[in-house]
């Protein structure tokens, strides 16, 4: 019977290592999404306040919201 133990080993050691790089992979990308959507957030809360102190004024918010004709 050949003796395969090593290649056995070397098996183990390739699955567990692209096992790995697969929940990094994951994190990294969790990471990543969780950094964009607090970016977001923060990019909406400051147009809320933005549009809140110009809501003052209705003749600059309907100079913003109108659709250019063609």
């Known amino acids: 019977m050949p003796d395969t133990l090593d290649y056995m080993i070397l098996g183990y050691i390739v699955a567990f290592t692209l096992l790995g790089l697969l929940i990094g992979s994951i994190v990294w990308r969790y ?35 109108a659709v250019p004709s063609r």
Do not use: G, H, Y
């Open 31 to 65: 990471r990543s999404c969780a950094k964009t959507e607090a970016l977001l957030d923060q990019l909406e809360a400051s147009e809320q306040t933005s549009a809140a102190s110009t809501s003052s004024s209705p003749a600059s918010s309907t100079a913003t919201n």
